[in-house]
């Protein structure tokens, strides 16, 4: 029985194949739940009836605005992975006494 070595094995493992398939898709799914969070709180904002409704309004338009933004950036920061740069217990040069 012989075995044949893959040429080049790196292109058929999940990191360099499917891994970006399925970053890519997480990353459209959590766009589109961000943007349908925030359509809903949009949609709160119809207000004019009055000083407590515009107030009102106003909020769920912030709502709305913070979703986008800060939905946006907290997922690209839990999906970022950490800097190669970082300092860590194996490739610090301090020494301890």
Not at 59 to 86: H, N
């Amino acid at each position: 029985m012989s075995v044949t070595p893959n040429k080049d094995p790196a292109i058929r493992s999940y990191f360099f194949g499917k891994a970006y398939t399925d970053l890519w898709a997480t990353i459209a799914e959590s766009w589109q739940r961000n943007l349908d969070s925030a359509k809903e709180f949009f949609g709160k904002a119809s207000g004019n009836d009055g000083l407590l409704e515009t107030f009102l309004a106003g909020m769920w338009i912030a709502a709305g605005i913070s979703t986008l933004i800060f939905g946006t950036a907290f997922f690209a920061a839990a999906s970022t992975p950490p800097s190669a740069s970082a300092p860590n217990s194996r490739t610090s040069k301090r020494c301890n006494p």
